[in-house]
């Protein structure tokens, strides 16, 4: 018996865009949307055609600025609601800045394409299905979507809860599905939907329901004050949603409340090592468009190590000292990481405090090693012990200048799983690289996809015996290279021959990941080779 949910679509679905044919020569793409600009009317049908041909970024965001920000927001909305928005042609290119473009001139996140039937689909299964197709990866883009206000509730539940294995086989969970948003998912479509949703895309929709939507006001806040990137913060990261959505907001109030009193903003990051604290510094250097300045601080003793000396005694090597950084930035936002404070000196950390309480200078971010047992605290509880703590390790006029204390927590067993996954699409985009024997930097492992079966099942495996609180994503990064890439290597010379020109023109290979279910222990086995594309 098949329910009539589970009966397939009487028509068949395109994974494609269709082509579009205006009579344009696209031959030079930038040069014939150069000669489309304003005073001719906006065209979002030659706009789609000019994506499809490759024409770049920069050309396309001219032809937009040639036109008063208005029209174009009238113009892009109302082919929102046409047969094929413009917003699923970036999409298709995979291409971020694009589809960031149109959604910034009013493209709908959430908009939908006809796929069969009469159905329509959402953008964000578009974009995983096409990107399934044509083997890239769609992590960021699909990213980007939620950022900007995507639905993932438009997906069947089925495809992405649970992270570790979504419950395909239900009949009971798959009617539930059926409602007006995700009627259109069946037959075929909701077939090749299983295959392409991995365990990150399902980690990123389960982040989206969990946190709250940046609201059109604190989204216009970010974007007057030239920080809109502040709201990907929670996104940037896996786990740590806590101090990501803190560090959002208490930088966006200290921004927008410019009181009398106002001094520069002092966070210390309180956590384990390997919890994602210089992986957020590291985020915000792409995020911001702020000057940003790291500083080992673990390795300075004295006050001239960390801020420099005299300009009279200053030569080249010593001009990345804090107090040239703040002269040369002074008046202007900007981000200072210490890192690891708590390894310095008094002398070094007392020496910051005339700076700390400044009016001059607007952020500054510290980092700090505490004991793991005071991060199982309830935050009240663990703020309460922190503060005395640092009165007595580092003085009392130091630790009269951090304003908030953000708290990095463990990872919870689904944010190791993703941790692990996020190690496998890199391990995959790395050996996908096209074969380079002769020239730097020489690659003899390539041409490869790299398809993970039961993708929650081998991230469990991993992250259950390699993950360490003390090491962190440390530990689970070691955890591939030495369970997953070692196997790769070995399978891959095993079975490999000696390069030649006609090796490196063979058809892609395709390997396997996979757990076997008869091990006691851990063994996870890569197994293909090379074989025709389908």
């Known amino acids: 018996m098949v329910l009539e949910s589970e009966a397939g679509p009487s028509g068949q679905y395109e994974r494609h865009l269709p082509e579009i044919d205006n009579g344009e020569d696209w031959a030079f793409p930038d040069k014939t949307l150069r000669n489309m600009q304003y005073p001719k009317a906006v065209d979002c049908e030659r706009l789609a055609s000019a994506i499809q041909h490759g024409c770049s970024y920069k050309a396309m965001n001219s032809y937009l600025q040639s036109y008063p920000k208005k029209t174009v927001r009238q113009k892009i909305r109302k082919t929102s609601r046409e047969v094929v928005p413009i917003i699923f042609y970036a999409a298709a290119r995979n291409s971020i800045l694009v589809a960031e473009l149109f959604l910034h001139y009013g493209a709908d996140p959430n908009a939908m394409k006809p796929c069969y ?18 083997s890239f990866d769609t ?8 950022v900007w206000g995507a639905d993932p509730f ?49 980690y990123l929709f389960q982040t989206a329901c969990i946190l709250d939507k940046p609201s059109e006001l604190e989204r216009q806040i970010a974007e007057n004050h030239n920080v809109p990137g502040l709201l990907q913060i929670p996104y940037c990261l896996i786990g740590q949603r806590r101090a990501a959505v803190q560090i959002k907001h208490r930088m966006l109030q200290h921004i927008e ?8 903003l002092v966070l210390t990051f309180v956590g384990p ?23 080992d601080i673990a390795q300075m003793q004295s006050t001239n190590e960390l801020l420099g000396v005299a ?38 950390r007392n020496a910051l405090v005339p700076i700390l309480r400044s009016e001059t200078y607007h952020s500054l971010w510290f980092k700090h090693l505490t004991d793991e047992a005071q991060l199982q605290e309830p935050l009240d509880r663990l703020n309460a012990l922190l503060e005395p703590e640092f009165r007595q390790t580092w003085s009392v006029p130091f630790t009269g200048c951090i304003n908030t204390f953000v708290p990095f927590f ?56 390699c993950y360490v609180k003390e090491l962190g994503a440390r530990s689970l990064v070691q955890g591939v290279a030495e369970r997953v890439e070692a196997e790769l290597y070995r399978e891959y010379v095993k079975r490999g021959r000696r390069m030649s020109s006609h090796t490196i023109k063979e058809a892609v290979h395709y390997w396997t990941i996979d757990v076997d279910p008869f091990a006691d ?13 389908e």
């Open 273 to 295: 090592s390997g919890h994602g604290k210089s992986e957020l510094a590291h985020h915000m250097t792409k995020l911001l468009p702020l000057d940003l300045m790291h500083i």
């Open 311 to 348: 300009p009279v005694y200053q030569t080249m090597q010593e001009e990345n000292r804090l107090i040239n950084f703040l002269i040369r930035n002074n008046g202007k936002r900007g981000v200072v990481v210490l890192d690891g404070l708590e390894k310095t000196t008094n002398e070094a």
């Open 117 to 134: 039937d009469g159905y329509k689909m959402p953008l964000l299964a578009f974009v995983i299905d096409h990107g399934a197709a044509d």
């Open 410 to 465: 463990p990872f919870s067993p689904d944010e190791q799983l993703a941790i692990v996954h996020r190690c496998f699409l890199d391990l995959a985009t790395t050996v996908k690289k096209p074969i380079e024997p002769k020239k730097a930097p020489k690659r003899h492992i390539g041409q490869c996809e790299l398809d993970i079966l039961f993708d929650g099942q081998a991230c469990e495996s991993i992250a259950y015996h």
């Open 139 to 146: 992590i960021e883009m699909v990213k980007a979507l939620l």
């Open 154 to 202: 438009l997906l069947p539940p089925s495809l992405w809860f649970p992270i570790k294995r979504p419950d395909y086989e239900t009949l009971e969970s798959r009617s539930q599905d059926r409602n007006a948003l995700t009627g259109w998912c069946r037959g075929r479509l909701y077939t090749n939907l299983q295959c392409a949703v991995n365990l990150s895309h399902r």
């Open 257 to 264: 409340i410019c009181t009398s009193y106002k001094t520069p």
């Open 521 to 533: 222990d851990l063994s996870i086995h890569a197994s293909g080779g090379p074989r025709e594309s």
